[in-house]
């Protein structure tokens, strides 16, 4: 046996018994694939899957991100006039907390957070939002009574007055009975528009009271120059400028500014005490001396005849029912639905907890609830129905 006979039998015997019956012998220019050729075809369709699929995620991506981008253009063009897109067209949804569906309702209204006007893609205006709740109410005719239920510092004067008068037209509109229930703090703006109830019942830890006017001032001219900054503004009239932070002083001239400021405080505040008077049925003159700025806990301002009663919220209810003359309820409650664009983008949001020269700190917004149908403050001078505690306006 030749050399590579002897050697092609040692290896058929090392890998096993050798086959029976002739083999097949190669051809002569025959040579063994190279290692791994045999599996190569098997990698190009597991290659091409992969990259189909990624292609494929890619794509959906970048149409959420454009159709994200489309929400928020909407909401910006949407939002260029008085309160937005989601003010104009505000979605109310119902939430059962008692009784059974077959019942009269009493509807519960939150008035939550700092009030003040506008809206935008994070929050909604207040004033167009209770509206909105109480048009649901007076055109549902299983409604009997509301429940207002007040946790707010206040706010804008006019957003105050606007919300007070909505109040007061559904009453006149739909015969139906106010009740308001205080919770932690109803100051100021918020007080004013709980006036417009026929019963005011707080909470036994409810702070009220702070009747009054604020217009939040500073004077930021004496820091600006020591870092040699000054006020270089071009104006029309001598008191264009009034309140500005900037503009330099002689206490003459802002004596005369504080003249004319305390004409205005003092016009807001008699207002105030007209809108107390009335929904209280107390002399003027005793609202004047109750009137003085200070805050209320329920129990004094129960003796003052600022509220009707103290109470809990099952205490609201049987109130709101005798009102009414019934004898069930299905107590349900009212809050405005979010839209996508507008959750997300709360989700977003990182809170702010500076004091800004010349305005009231949006932190003071997020301190109060502003989640819950609030806004936070906006920039600017303004007069406000609020009560501003220190521990609500923290400095960073």
């Not at 804008?156 to 509109?173: L, N, P, Y």
Request: hydrophobic share 45%; charged share 20%.
């Amino acid at each position: 046996m030749s050399g590579q006979e002897q050697g092609g039998a040692e290896r058929a015997y090392a890998a096993g018994p050798a086959p029976q019956g002739p083999q097949p012998m190669p051809s002569a220019g025959w040579q063994a694939p190279p290692a791994g050729a045999r599996h190569g075809s098997g990698l190009r369709p597991v290659l091409l899957g992969c990259l189909i699929a990624f292609f494929a995620g890619f794509a959906v991506v970048m149409l959420l991100i454009v159709a994200f981008v489309f929400a928020i253009f909407g909401s910006v063009i949407g939002g260029a006039g008085y309160g937005g897109v989601v003010e104009r067209n505000v979605r109310i949804q119902e939430l059962t907390i008692s009784g059974n569906p077959g019942e009269p309702k009493i509807a519960v209204i939150p008035i939550h957070g700092v009030l003040l006007p506008g809206g935008s893609l994070f929050s909604a205006d207040p004033a167009l939002v209770l509206k909105a709740m109480l048009d649901a109410a007076r055109e549902d005719k299983k409604v009997e009574s509301v429940i207002l239920r007040v946790d707010s510092p206040g706010g804008g004067i006019t957003t105050s007055d606007v919300m007070h008068k909505a109040i007061m037209d559904f009453r006149k509109q739909s015969g139906k009975k106010v009740v308001v229930l205080m919770e932690d703090t109803a100051a100021s703006g918020a007080y004013y528009v709980s006036c417009a109830a026929e019963h005011i019942m707080a909470h036994p830890t409810t702070v009220t009271g702070s009747i009054g006017v604020v217009m939040p001032l500073f004077d930021a001219s004496g820091l600006l120059k020591k870092i040699g900054v000054a006020d270089r503004a071009v104006k029309s009239g001598e008191f264009k400028e009034i309140g500005s932070p900037f503009a330099e002083r002689t206490p003459e001239e802002w004596a005369k500014e504080k003249q004319i400021l305390d004409n205005i405080v003092g016009q807001m505040y008699e207002q105030f005490v007209r809108v107390v008077s009335d929904g209280r049925k107390l002399p003027a003159d005793v609202v004047r001396k109750l009137a003085d700025g200070r805050i209320y806990t329920a129990e004094d301002a129960l003796k003052e005849n600022l509220i009707d009663s103290v109470g809990y919220e099952e205490d609201a209810v049987n109130t709101a029912k005798q009102m009414a003359g019934l004898t069930g309820a299905h107590v349900v409650e009212y809050s405005r639905v979010r839209s996508l664009t507008e959750m997300l983008l709360m989700a977003s949001r990182a809170p702010n907890v500076t004091v800004r020269l010349g305005a009231v700190s949006s932190s003071i917004g997020d301190a109060y609830g502003a989640a819950e149908g609030g806004l936070p403050l906006q920039g600017g001078e303004r007069f406000l129905y609020l009560w501003l505690p220190p521990a609500a306006a923290p400095v960073q």
